[in-house]
């Protein structure tokens, strides 16, 4: 045992560079599969309700605007989201989809709320929903 | 002359709402009394109302640090009950992501353990280092806390050789970096006398309090759930239980480090044998009435998650047993007896998680209520006599 073995490695730290990055003015890159937030892309959206079954936060509405010309209206509720992606899973077309962001704070939680108003889409789902 | 010091709900020293209430003579604990309660959240009541795939989420939510060892365990438990076979490679993916937390829980808890005993240089540089595998989380799962990797029926995301490579070269850099940290205790002699013989736990009181996770093997129990009950693919992987007798932090810590070698192994066996096909397979939305209990070895200890079934989508019971409630009986023997100031240290030895471990739990109390009297004189012996046996072990040497 000897006193001060901590020291070079000490100095060493004083050479190295910062663990950190300056984050305003420096940006990370999000990993290829990062969970940001989920949007919607209509278009694919065959109004089966998977995801707003399955959402854990129940963050997803949706809603019938008109039964007779099958429009729909979806909330996806971004402030109650978990970022879970379960929604994006549980979709049997890919109409749901995450984004990258991660800065997505606000003043004010209803400015998260993202809507949707749509036509139900006639496409073949890919694949049954994940977990029916 | 007895005082009670009152320590919690909310104190500098603790990092979560727990109540400690000590009798002290002098600097010695004689009596310790640990309240629950503060950080109730109604957990397994919600888990009721939730289907079997939300309720990932939310136990999932439990913990932050042993997110994984919550979902992994309520995932296996309702696999068993709808008797799912979850493929190969989803298990090897799985039990992945679970050493690379152990990995990252132990590296957290090293700096912990180096903070509470006066050495902040050795926290910054663990916790520098936990970043790497923060990061190899991070690629495999998009996310660094919250992994989300587990599903009824497998895993969510699948690697490819990218990222195998990857994990494989970081993980020699944190190989060498835990040399280093294996190494410096024996030359850092006031680390070391700061941990030995601190927070005293016989074999037979960590036995008879039933303590587990590293807090048990380094009273020289050699029990983990890896290796007693395997589940996932620890029955197929070689890996060792590390155990220490010093039966103190310091054989806490001992035990800690050489898991974080057994880790290593085990996941460069497991990339190495990464077996192809698919990573899940589909889950039913219902499982037939039944019951199970689900062991799990997380990184604090045995994890146990009661699920009972009832033939619909939604579970009727979740009972969650997390490794922190387990350790509690055993550290109030550890604080018995100790001095005040090495209360953190103690605690923090268990890693404690006191957001995991409260659920609607009535704890026995375990003060005996009874306050003898006893003269000044007979104190006096008294203390002497116990803090003979338990002077710090001025000449303790690491013992890796
Ligand atoms: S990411 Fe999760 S919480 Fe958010 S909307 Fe989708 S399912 Fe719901
Ligand atoms: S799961 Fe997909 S297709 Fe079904 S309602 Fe949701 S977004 Fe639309």
Redesign the pocket.
């Known amino acids: 045992m000897k006193i001060g073995v901590f020291i070079p490695e000490l100095l060493r730290h004083l050479f190295k560079k910062p663990a950190t990055v300056d984050y305003p003015f420096k940006k990370l890159e999000v990993p290829r599969d990062f969970r940001g937030s989920?949007y919607l892309r209509p278009e694919l959206c065959i109004v089966c309700r998977a995801?707003e079954r399955?959402?854990?936060?129940e963050?997803?509405e949706i809603t019938a605007v008109n039964e007779a010309e099958k429009r729909f209206r979806m909330i996806?509720h971004n402030d109650r989201?978990?970022?879970?992606?379960?929604?994006v899973d549980s979709c049997p077309t890919e109409a749901m989809l995450m984004d990258d962001k991660f800065e997505i704070s606000d003043y004010d939680r209803h400015n998260l709320k993202m809507n949707w108003e749509f036509v139900r889409a006639v496409v073949k789902p890919k694949s049954e929903p994940k977990t029916s | 002359m007895k005082f009670q010091i009152p320590i919690g709900p909310q104190h500098p020293a603790l990092k979560e709402p727990i109540s400690l209430r000590m009798t002290v003579e002098g600097e010695i604990i004689r009596e310790a009394d640990i309240r629950l309660g503060y950080n109730h959240r109604g957990l397994e009541k919600l888990a009721e109302q939730r289907t079997w795939i939300q309720n990932i989420y939310l136990t999932e939510r439990i913990c932050g640090i042993c997110s994984h060892s919550h979902t992994t365990c309520y995932v296996q438990g309702v696999e068993k009950l709808m008797e799912l076979e979850p493929p190969k490679r989803g298990l090897y993916i799985r039990t992945l992501v679970a050493e690379l937390e152990r990995i990252h829980s132990h590296l957290l808890w090293l700096g912990v353990a180096g903070h509470e005993a006066g050495f902040d240089s050795f926290f910054m540089y663990t916790w520098r280092d936990r970043e790497i595998v923060m990061d190899i989380l991070e690629i495999i799962s998009g996310n660094r806390v919250h992994y989300g990797i587990n599903t009824i029926g497998g895993v969510r995301r699948d690697l490819d050789d990218g990222q195998v490579k990857h994990i494989l070269d970081s993980l020699e850099i944190l190989r060498k970096r835990s040399e280093y940290y294996k190494n410096l205790g024996t030359t850092e002699p006031s680390f070391v006398a700061r941990l030995a013989g601190v927070g005293y736990l016989s074999k037979e009181d960590a036995i008879a309090l039933c303590a587990v996770g590293p807090t048990l093997r380094a009273s020289g129990v050699p029990m983990d759930v890896r290796k007693d009950d395997p589940y996932a693919v620890y029955g197929e992987i070689p890996f060792e239980v590390c155990t220490a007798d010093t039966c103190d932090v310091l054989g806490r810590t001992v035990v800690r480090i050489q898991e974080l070698f057994q880790c290593y192994n085990i996941i460069e066996y497991l990339l190495k044998n990464l077996p192809a096909g698919p990573v899940a397979v589909r889950a039913p939305r219902r499982a037939k009435p039944n019951e199970v209990v689900s062991r799990y070895e997380a990184p604090r200890g045995e994890n146990i998650h009661y699920i009972k079934s009832n033939g619909t989508d939604k579970p009727e019971r979740l009972k969650v047993r997390a490794p922190t409630l387990g350790n509690y009986a055993a550290t109030i023997k550890m604080l018995k007896n100790g001095f005040i100031a090495d209360v953190p240290l103690i605690f923090a030895a268990i890693d404690p998680c006191i957001c995991c471990a409260e659920r609607a739990v009535s704890l026995v109390d375990v003060r005996t209520g009874q306050e003898k009297i006893i003269s000044m004189n007979a104190l006096k012996q008294l203390s002497l006599k116990i803090s003979a046996g338990k002077v710090r072990k001025r000449e303790a040497e690491w013992p890796l």
């Not at chain 1, 989201?81 to 929604?87: D, G, L, M, R, V």
């Open positions: 989920p995801c399955d959402c854990p936060a963050a997803i996806i989201c978990i970022h879970c992606a379960q929604c």
